[in-house]
Each structure stands twice: as structure tokens, then as C-alpha cells.
Nanobody, 120 residues
Framework: QVQLVESGGGLVQAGGSLRLSCVVSGRVDSINFQGWYRQAPGKQREVVAH???????NYADSVKGRFTISRDNAKNTVYLQMNSLKPEDTAVYYC??????????????WGQGILVTVSS
């Protein structure tokens, strides 16, 4: 079973930065998708950034140039660096990682969600 644990959220002033981390643990052989989503109060969950396999990163228009998704394979950790934060970035952020286990089974795991609050 694959588990994701997120950290790094909190309260920050507009213009500030935060880095979210998502540690992947369990029966992981390979990762072929990594993504970050967010859900603001009263709104649907939306994708913020994602990367498929070895392809390029993709970002929502609202965060392009400000957010960066990355992964440290040695630490089995996916990051979301968020710069120039705006109040409208306030939301619960979720990491989503998909891959294959050593027994060949595919898996799709979600983090527990972490709150990011940006004050004006």
C-alpha cells in the first residue's frame, strides 16, 4: 500500500513563498504521474500542476510563472514551490501520485490535504 504524507502548509502574507512536500512511502516501484490539486472553500477541486512520466511540467494558468512542481527521487518526495502567493491561492492542497508496484499493480494515491492560507 502506498501512502502520501504532506507538509509545509500554513499562513503566509501575500507575496510570500511556501514549499509543500509530499513524501511517498510503501510498495513503490515506479512513479508515472505526480500532481498537485487544490480546493478552495465552496469551489471544486482543481489541478494546479502535474507531470506525466518524464514529460514536461504543466501548470494551471493562474499559477504559471509562480509555482514549480519537482521531485527528489532519492527522498521519494514531490514538491510544490509556491512563490508570489496571492490571497486567491488560499485552499487545501492535495498531492496525487500514481505509479506501479513491484508486483506490477498500478496504484493511485492521494495525500491528506494541507491548508495554505494567504493573507492580504
Amino acid at each position: 500500500q502506498v501512502q502520501l504524507v504532506e507538509s509545509g502548509g500554513g499562513l503566509v502574507q501575500a507575496g510570500g513563498s511556501l514549499r509543500l512536500s509530499c513524501v511517498v512511502s510503501g510498495r513503490v516501484d515506479s512513479i508515472n504521474f505526480q500532481g498537485w490539486y487544490r480546493q478552495a472553500p465552496g469551489k471544486q477541486r482543481e489541478v494546479v500542476a502535474h507531470k506525466v512520466g518524464g514529460g514536461s511540467e504543466n501548470y494551471a494558468d493562474s499559477v504559471k510563472g509562480r509555482f514549480t512542481i519537482s521531485r527528489d527521487n532519492a527522498k521519494n518526495t514531490v514538491y510544490l514551490q509556491m512563490n508570489s502567493l496571492k490571497p486567491e491561492d488560499t485552499a487545501v492542497y492535495y498531492c496525487n501520485v500514481r505509479g506501479t508496484s513491484y508486483d506490477g499493480r498500478t496504484w493511485n494515491a492521494w495525500g491528506q490535504g494541507i491548508l495554505v492560507t494567504v493573507s492580504s
